[in-house]
């Protein structure tokens, strides 16, 4: 059972919160992909890139006359559209999903420094009423005040980024007045390097190389014969070396750059379990001071610090729940397919 006088502390708390959250409609991460999949002018430009790409090799296709080269060309433009389509959607969803944590963490933030200021108010009161009765200094209220007055500023910093972080994600959504509804659980990270390693041939960077070398490797063969100038048939090789050159390149930064991402996953991943285990420490400490304060072992003020350090371990987990969620949304960019658990199959 929770002291009467701190559970006043709470409510005041909630309060101070009210005017926040009356002002915006809450929306899942969810939802907000899916908005911000729909509203986003990437994706727009890309699906109308691949819709025109469809059609011309369509058309192209259809055609008797089109040649060989011309075909491949053809076919090749709608492997890289699709692909290019694919990258777009997966950075929209990777920047929704970090404006959502950033807004999340804004709102959380507001909660912990509204607990702090009044931690903070109550050490004004106690140092005065300690001044009172000679055992504290007029210093001792002076620096209990200048505490107050950074927290209160810090307050009304926190709630400013709230509404900083709103308008962003209402940005990418198109949604007004967004307010983050929950924290998000990101999914255990299943896949090994070596499988999406494997995967990384859908890449638009690579698959773009790849269409090079496929169109040049057909420009050589069209040019190997007696009837063409050897200057063109050795201008074709030196074009295929150079798009050899370039598609091994390609492949490289993409496998380094899934190799960095996949570590970053990883060490995320073990961040969230040591922030897990201390949040566990403050609500078995909290709990403890909790009885403390019913058998008259502590005061009113002291189990309040507790559940300030409670807040603290709580909201440093919520930050690390959110980097597993960012660093897998960074890492489905990198691998080219979606890892987050959030918005489907791209």
Same mark, same amino acid.
């Given at each position: 059972?929770?002291?009467?006088?701190?559970?006043?502390?709470?409510?005041?708390?909630?309060?101070?919160?009210?005017? @926040?959250?009356?002002?915006?409609?809450?929306?899942?991460?969810?939802?907000?992909?899916?908005?911000?999949?729909?509203?986003?002018?990437?994706?727009?430009?890309?699906?109308?890139?691949?819709?025109?790409?469809?059609?011309?090799?369509?058309?192209?296709?259809?055609?008797?006359?089109?040649?060989?080269?011309?075909?491949?060309? %053809?076919?090749?433009?709608?492997?890289?559209?699709?692909?290019?389509?694919?990258?777009?959607?997966?950075?929209?969803?990777?920047?929704?999903?970090?404006?959502?944590?950033?807004?999340?963490?804004?709102?959380?933030?507001?909660e912990l420094q509204t607990l702090q200021t009044q931690v903070d108010s109550k050490a004004v009161q106690v140092a005065q009423v300690k001044l009172?009765?000679?055992?504290?200094?007029?210093?001792?209220?002076?620096?209990?005040?200048?505490?107050?007055?950074?927290?209160?500023?810090?307050?009304?910093?926190?709630?400013?980024?709230?509404?900083?972080?709103?308008?962003?994600?209402?940005?990418?959504?198109?949604?007004?007045?967004?307010?983050?509804?929950?924290?998000?659980?990101?999914?255990?990270?299943? %896949?090994?390097?070596?499988?999406?390693?494997?995967?990384?041939?859908?890449?638009?960077?690579?698959?773009?190389?790849?269409?090079?070398?496929?169109?040049?490797?057909?420009?050589?063969?069209?040019?190997?014969?007696?009837?063409?100038?050897?200057?063109?048939?050795?201008?074709?090789?030196?074009?295929?070396?150079?798009?050899?050159?370039?598609?091994?390149?390609?492949?490289?930064?993409?496998?380094?750059?899934?190799?960095?991402?996949?570590?970053?996953?990883?060490?995320?991943?073990?961040?969230?379990?040591?922030?897990?285990?201390?949040?566990?420490?403050?609500?078995?400490?909290?709990?403890?001071?909790?009885?403390?304060?019913?058998?008259?072992? @502590?005061?009113?003020?002291?189990?309040?610090?507790?559940?300030?350090?409670?807040?603290?371990?709580?909201?440093?987990?919520?930050?690390?729940?959110?980097?597993?969620?960012?660093?897998? %949304?960074?890492?489905?960019?990198?691998?080219?397919?979606?890892?987050?658990?959030?918005?489907?199959?791209?």
């Open positions: 059972m929770i002291h009467p006088r701190f559970k006043t502390a709470l409510c005041l708390s909630a309060a101070l919160l009210l005017p @926040i959250a009356a002002a915006q409609s809450a929306v899942s991460v969810s939802a907000a992909v899916s908005a911000a999949l729909s509203n986003n002018a990437d994706v727009k430009t890309a699906l109308a890139n691949a819709d025109k790409a469809n059609a011309a090799a369509k058309s192209a296709l259809a055609d008797p006359s089109t040649l060989v080269a011309a075909r491949l060309a %053809a076919q090749n433009s709608v492997t890289l559209a699709q692909a290019q389509l694919r990258g777009a959607r997966l950075s929209t969803l990777q920047g929704t999903i970090n404006a959502y944590t950033a807004l999340l963490e804004a709102q959380e933030n507001v009172k009765v000679g055992n504290a200094t007029s210093l001792d209220v002076q620096n209990a005040q200048t505490t107050l007055s950074g927290s209160q500023q810090d307050l009304a910093d926190a709630r400013a980024q709230v509404n900083l972080a709103s308008a962003k994600l209402g940005s990418l959504t198109g949604l007004g007045g967004v307010r983050a509804a929950q924290p998000v659980s990101a999914p255990k990270l299943s %896949a090994s390097l070596t499988t999406l390693q494997k995967n990384l041939g859908g890449l638009s960077s690579v698959v773009g190389a790849a269409g090079d070398v496929a169109e040049a490797q057909l420009a050589v063969k069209l040019a190997d014969n007696d009837f063409t100038p050897a200057r063109t048939l050795q201008d074709a090789r030196t074009a295929l070396a150079n798009a050899g050159r370039s598609l091994d390149s390609a492949e490289k930064t993409a496998s380094q750059t899934l190799a960095s991402a996949y570590q970053s996953a990883q060490s995320a991943a073990e961040l969230l379990r040591v922030a897990g285990s201390r949040e566990a420490a403050a609500q078995n400490t909290y709990t403890r001071d909790a009885a403390r304060l019913r058998s008259g072992t @502590i005061s009113a003020v002291e189990l309040q610090s507790s559940q300030l350090a409670l807040k603290k371990a709580q909201y440093a987990r919520l930050q690390a729940q959110d980097n597993v969620l960012e660093a897998l %949304a960074s890492l489905s960019v990198a691998a080219g397919q979606n890892l987050t658990g959030v918005g489907g199959n791209l």
